[in-house]
């Protein structure tokens, strides 16, 4: 539980274009790591330079960094308040409530205790949907990659500490996009959905911000019957632009870390489909949310960001020993 954050917002003077603030924060009723927030995967649009964290969010640079329980950000051209940067980090999630009623298990146990002060972001609906849609079967590289050649042919330009930064493009400039303008920003096959999912939001066909006052099945309903948006990309709209805590992305990661951790909760048949097929992602989202209750999207950060980069050590570790050996 946040307390009294307004109480505890510092101006500190400052020499250029725009002002410094401090926000202090009590880690033991408000735990947040910001490096941990910022680097498991679920934003593409920020980046860690100087010990500072880079973000463009609307039509906003915002320049962050936390020193143990203060965030000192600055942000340009407009001046957000402290309570956009709560909203947008969700300080005010009872942190300590969500991680005792996920916490089930062995398994997430550990994601637990080795991301503890990971949250979950709170994004803006319409760059999280286009944004997901890009990242269908590819890796966070190319997703950062293919939104921000977006964003330099379809945004708007910002200078800030001398470095150039882009506007996520407007529905309207996406929807009076050409196909080859989206095909040179690397989206493949991803171009077309891109482009009849902008232009039906942009002519007013699907309202976004109606999702918010649906249930979680409404809303999925709904967003399924977007080009490019299957029950991934869906639930990943939900859980973080659309505050539906109960929902369980299913990628890659997490189809392995359920089939791999999980295998119990399921008939053996159902593991082991015949024609070489697996485990459907419906029926491991259903197990998320059924197993991990009201906050099982925070489970499915928690366990996606924790084996996904335990992964990534062990491969590490063999790169320099096999380095070793062939010297």
Known sequence: MITSLRNQIIILPQESETVLV????DLETTPFDLDRTLRCGQVFRWEKMHKCWYGVVGETVIKIKQDHHILIFQTYPKDLDPEFIERYFRLQDNLHKILASIDRDEHINLAIRELFGLRLIKQEPWECLISYICATYTNIPRIKDMIERLSKMLGEKIFFNGKL????PTRKALAQATLKDL?????????????????LINNNQFNLAALKRLTYDEGRHQLLTLKGVGHKVADCVLLFSQDKLEAFPVDVWIKRIITKYYPQHFPKNMLHLKNGQSLKNRKISEFGRQYFGRYAGYAQEYLYSYYRERTRKVVNKLQVLRKKHSC
């Open 165 to 168: 930064f882009y506007t996520f």
């Open 22 to 25: 401090e926000l202090r924060i």
């Open 183 to 199: 095909l040179k920003c690397k989206l493949g096959y991803r171009a077309k959905n891109v482009l009849k999912t902008a232009k």
